[in-house]
T-cell receptor, first 115, second 117 residues
Framework: EDQVTQSPEALRLQEGESSSLNCSYT??????LFWYRQDPGKGPEFLFT???AGEEKEKERLKATLTKKESFLHITAPKPEDSATYLC????????????????FGKGTKLSVIP | DTEVTQTPKHLVMGMTNKKSLKCEQH?????MYWYKQKAKKPPELMFV???????INESVPSRFSPECPNSSLLNLHLHALQPEDSALYLC????????????????FGPGTRLTVT
């Protein structure tokens, strides 16, 4: 069974204190891994897609990396506006046809950045 | 433009009411989705449409009825809902995976906060 585990569940950082969020996955072949940011009461905002081990993507203070078993979302010098829940989702290769568009989500990491 | 719009933003309905949620995208995506999200949980897939045809129904109760009138619009018709159906309902869209498409991430709308009384 495909599984996505995110850790930690919650993370409190001081403004400027860099850290990383983890997304470990067990899937029968990975077609893609996605990171989203979600603010309370709003829809997830797409951040990154990673397709193969070794791939890295950056956007402002965020950098996502991928290995064969996990992905990291590195946050450099975070600001209070980076506070949100960060969701990781995988797109398993094993799904075919219409099922190949299903995502398996992790439970998310709630990040709080304190001024 | 990577925008998916949803209306209404908030909806309060009684258990005997009939209402509809609407979703629109103009990114040329041919896959559209409905998700349900409860507080502090990840989104749960309800329905998938590809090429305006229902592809996946994740064992959703018949009181939820999806409709895809055209490639840009997606509706979710609600009837005789229960209080436990109160949640954030999210619409998303993506490209279908074809030889010429290399990115098929899903873009989500802002959601409709539904409260069933």
């Amino acid at each position: 069974e495909d599984q996505v585990t995110q850790s930690p569940e919650a993370l409190r950082l001081q403004e400027g204190e860099s850290s990383s969020l983890n997304c470990s996955y067990t899937v029968s072949g990975l077609r893609g891994l996605f990171w989203y940011r979600q603010d309370p009461g709003k829809g997830p905002e797409f951040l990154f897609t990673l397709y193969s081990a070794g791939e890295e993507k950056e956007k402002e203070r965020l950098k996502a990396t991928l290995t064969k078993k996990e992905s990291f979302l590195h946050i450099t010098a975070p600001k209070p506006e980076d506070s949100a829940t960060y969701l990781c989702a995988v797109h398993p290769r094993a799904y075919s046809g219409a099922g190949s568009y299903q995502l398996t989500f992790g439970k998310g990491t709630k990040l709080s950045v304190i001024p | 433009d990577t925008e998916v719009t949803q209306t209404p933003k908030h909806l309060v309905m009684g258990m005997t009411n009939k209402k509809s949620l609407k979703c629109e995208q103009h990114m040329g995506h041919r896959a559209m989705y409905w998700y349900k999200q409860k507080a502090k949980k990840p989104p749960e897939l309800m329905f998938v449409y590809s090429y305006e045809k229902l592809s996946i129904n994740e064992s959703v109760p018949s009181r939820f009825s999806p409709e895809c009138p055209n490639s840009s619009l997606l509706n979710l018709h609600l009837h005789a809902l229960q209080p436990e159906d109160s949640a954030l309902y999210l619409c998303a869209s993506s490209h279908l995976r074809t030889g010429s498409i290399t990115s098929y991430e899903q873009y989500f709308g802002p959601g409709t906060r539904l409260t069933v009384t």
